[in-house]
């Protein structure tokens, strides 16, 4: 059963409104070094440097400590040719509605964990429980940190993976056990929900691609906060 026009407006606003506050602290300026640059000796070769001071990483920490976000911390970390420093490792969101398990523990830079945990506590978990009259026990997530190029193509710019700052989602599972994938929904609730979750992505995040986009992203959601135009205001929703 679909939930109530005002229950949905409700929540969407919340999100938006809360995303439009905490986006410039905490996915633009934040970054020590989040310059990619190019190898000179071999232009296939993938090179990125990212991260945080290690004041901001510690007070990143202790901010999702607080939030009673269950994480592995890593530090830094170096892939093939990209480098990460405040990374973390994240296993769980705790929610209003429960407690949310990241599939795989993805690593990720501190700050783009915060934010994605604010978008599970805000909007995920809120909207799933409205549509489904289940809480989201797990988000089953792809690739957070990967040292590779932007659609994997050589020698182009390193991709919001690269830097720790994306995360792929494939499927969101409720505590029933059923499991809303992001390519294919088997009912109408089912994809109302998954648009729903994409509409208000937008709001915490500069980029959401998924089904549609492109052929990349048919069978998941990629969330990323990079800086692709003037300011952290600039979005790329499809």
Same mark, same amino acid.
């Given at each position: 059963?679909?939930?109530?026009?005002?229950?949905?407006?409700?929540?969407?606003?919340?999100?938006?409104?809360?995303?439009?506050?905490?986006?410039?602290?905490?996915?633009?300026?934040?970054?020590?070094?989040?310059?990619?640059?190019?190898?000179?000796?071999?232009?296939?070769?993938?090179?990125?440097?990212?991260?945080?001071?290690?004041?901001?990483?510690?007070?990143?920490?202790?901010?999702?400590?607080?939030?009673?976000?269950?994480?592995?911390?890593?530090?830094?970390? #170096?892939?093939?040719?990209?480098?990460?420093?405040?990374?973390?490792?994240?296993?769980?969101?705790?929610?209003?509605?429960?407690?949310?398990?990241?599939?795989?523990?993805?690593?990720?830079?501190?700050?783009?964990?915060?934010?994605?945990?604010?978008?599970?506590?805000?909007?995920?978990?809120?909207?799933?429980?409205?549509?489904?009259?289940?809480?989201?026990?797990?988000?089953?997530?792809?690739?957070?940190?990967?040292?590779?190029?932007?659609?994997?193509?050589?020698?182009?710019?390193?991709?919001?993976?690269?830097?720790?700052?994306?995360?792929?989602?494939?499927?969101?599972?409720?505590?029933?056990?059923?499991?809303?994938?992001?390519?294919?929904?088997?009912?109408?609730?089912?994809?109302?929900?998954?648009?729903?979750?994409?509409?208000?992505?937008?709001?915490?995040?500069? #980029?959401?691609?998924?089904?549609?986009?492109?052929?990349?992203?048919?069978?998941?959601?990629?969330?990323?906060?990079?800086?692709?135009?003037?300011?952290?205001?600039?979005?790329?929703?499809?």
């Amino acid at each position: 059963m679909r939930p109530p026009s005002l229950l949905l407006q409700l929540v969407a606003a919340v999100a938006l409104i809360a995303s439009t506050s905490g986006l410039s602290a905490e996915s633009g300026p934040g970054s020590a070094n989040n310059k990619p640059v190019t190898n000179a000796k071999d232009a296939k070769t993938l090179v990125s440097v990212s991260g945080m001071t290690a004041s901001d990483y510690a007070e990143c920490v202790a901010e999702l400590a607080q939030k009673k976000v269950v994480l592995e911390e890593l530090g830094n970390v #170096t892939q093939q040719g990209c480098e990460l420093s405040g990374a973390i490792r994240l296993a769980t969101v705790a929610t209003a509605f429960g407690d949310v398990n990241i599939s795989g523990k993805p690593s990720m830079l501190c700050s783009f964990a915060r934010q994605f945990s604010v978008w599970v506590r805000e909007a995920g978990a809120p909207l799933t429980l409205a549509y489904t009259g289940q809480r989201l026990a797990q988000i089953e997530a792809g690739e957070g940190f990967a040292c590779r190029a932007r659609y994997d193509k050589p020698g182009v710019v390193p991709s919001e993976h690269a830097k720790g700052n994306a995360l792929d989602i494939a499927s969101f599972v409720l505590a029933d056990g059923r499991r809303i994938r992001v390519k294919q929904q088997d009912s109408d609730m089912a994809r109302d929900l998954v648009r729903a979750l994409r509409t208000t992505a937008c709001g915490y995040f500069t #980029t959401i691609l998924g089904p549609g986009s492109d052929p990349a992203h048919e069978d998941h959601f990629h969330f990323d906060s990079g800086m692709h135009g003037a300011t952290p205001n600039y979005r790329i929703c499809e």
